[in-house]
């Protein structure tokens, strides 16, 4: 398989993006990797794309996935293992990818320390039905405890297309947001990339991130001269953060 990825003509170099700060690489505790094997075909294919280190960000979504810090650095350990006898010179890190649930709001009344990307820095979504009515007060408490939330994916909740002012809003808040790469392209659908482009239009775009969960994403993540030009026109701006993690 990993043959088959350097064969590929018109191979995009994701290096310039530094690192990946969004994947579910960690295996068999959300719906991301099913198994270490699988881990290391998705980390050998990311690693053909540029990559060199990972911060990956396994759920933590009490309905689906009950991960807690323990379940994530054992799957961690597991994998850090795999990687070392496979011989991949690869960083790898973990954090997670919290939804704003109960169960999120019972983390921050118990004062629990919470798997940060970086320092401060928390990866948080929200559903793709609709947004929490707290949504603000939710990330003021964070902020109020020292985190700083980094919103996943702001373009793949389709219902902001009717309310895109509430973008600025979570701006004036201080939240920063992360891009999916795949939204630069149709793979989400065509109301994913056009949010992706408002928001990309409005400078409000901080980090860039994969993602990853499956073989299909590695795949789609052969992006075209298009979304690469993009992707430049990000970097070159200053304001992407991947490289200061």
Same mark, same amino acid.
């Given at each position: 398989?990993?043959?088959?990825?350097?064969?590929?003509?018109?191979?995009?170099?994701?290096?310039?993006?530094?690192?990946?700060?969004?994947?579910?690489?960690?295996?068999?505790?959300?719906?991301?990797?099913?198994?270490?094997?699988?881990?290391?075909?998705?980390? %050998?294919?990311?690693?053909?794309?540029?990559? #060199?280190? *990972?911060?990956? !960000?396994?759920?933590?979504?009490?309905? $689906?996935? /009950?991960?807690?810090?323990?379940?994530?650095?054992?799957?961690?350990?597991?994998?850090?293992?795999?990687?070392?006898?496979?011989?991949?010179?690869?960083?790898?890190?973990?954090?997670?990818?919290?939804?704003?649930?109960?169960?999120?709001?019972?983390?921050?009344?118990?004062?629990?320390?919470?798997?940060?990307?970086?320092?401060?820095?928390?990866?948080?979504?929200?559903?793709?039905?609709?947004?929490?009515?707290?949504?603000?007060?939710?990330?003021?408490?964070?902020?109020?405890?020292?985190?700083?939330?980094?919103?996943?994916?702001?373009? %793949?909740?389709?219902?902001?297309?009717?309310? #895109?002012? *509430?973008?600025? !809003?979570?701006?004036?808040?201080?939240? $920063?947001? /992360?891009?999916?790469?795949?939204?630069?392209?149709?793979?989400?659908?065509?109301?994913?990339?056009?949010?992706?482009?408002?928001?990309?239009?409005?400078?409000?775009?901080?980090?860039?991130?994969?993602?990853?969960?499956?073989?299909?994403?590695?795949?789609?993540?052969?992006?075209?001269?298009?979304?690469?030009?993009?992707?430049?026109?990000?970097?070159?701006?200053?304001?992407?953060?991947?490289?200061?993690?």
């Amino acid at each position: 398989m990993f043959e088959l990825f350097k064969k590929k003509k018109n191979f995009p170099d994701l290096s310039v993006i530094g690192n990946d700060m969004h994947s579910h690489l960690l295996p068999g505790i959300d719906d991301g990797s099913p198994d270490t094997e699988t881990s290391i075909e998705l980390i %050998r294919g990311m690693m053909a794309l540029g990559y #060199k280190k *990972f911060v990956t !960000t396994p759920h933590i979504y009490w309905d $689906l996935y /009950q991960n807690t810090p323990e379940t994530i650095q054992a799957a961690h350990t597991e994998l850090r293992a795999a990687v070392t006898e496979a011989g991949l010179e690869v960083d790898i890190h973990y954090a997670a990818e919290y939804f704003l649930d109960e169960h999120f709001d019972e983390l921050l009344e118990q004062d629990a320390p919470l798997l940060t990307i970086k320092d401060n820095l928390i990866l948080v979504e929200i559903s793709f039905i609709n947004a929490p009515f707290d949504l603000k007060e939710i990330l003021f408490k964070l902020q109020m405890k020292g985190y700083q939330p980094i919103l996943a994916h702001p373009e %793949r909740y389709a219902y902001m297309k009717m309310n #895109k002012e *509430f973008y600025q !809003t979570l701006k004036d808040t201080g939240c $920063l947001f /992360q891009l999916n790469l795949l939204s630069l392209t149709n793979y989400y659908g065509k109301i994913t990339n056009e949010l992706a482009n408002y928001l990309i239009k409005k400078d409000f775009i901080d980090f860039l991130g994969t993602d990853l969960h499956h073989h299909r994403h590695l795949d789609a993540l052969h992006l075209g001269t298009s979304a690469m030009d993009t992707v430049h026109r990000l970097l070159d701006s200053g304001k992407i953060k991947n490289n200061t993690l």
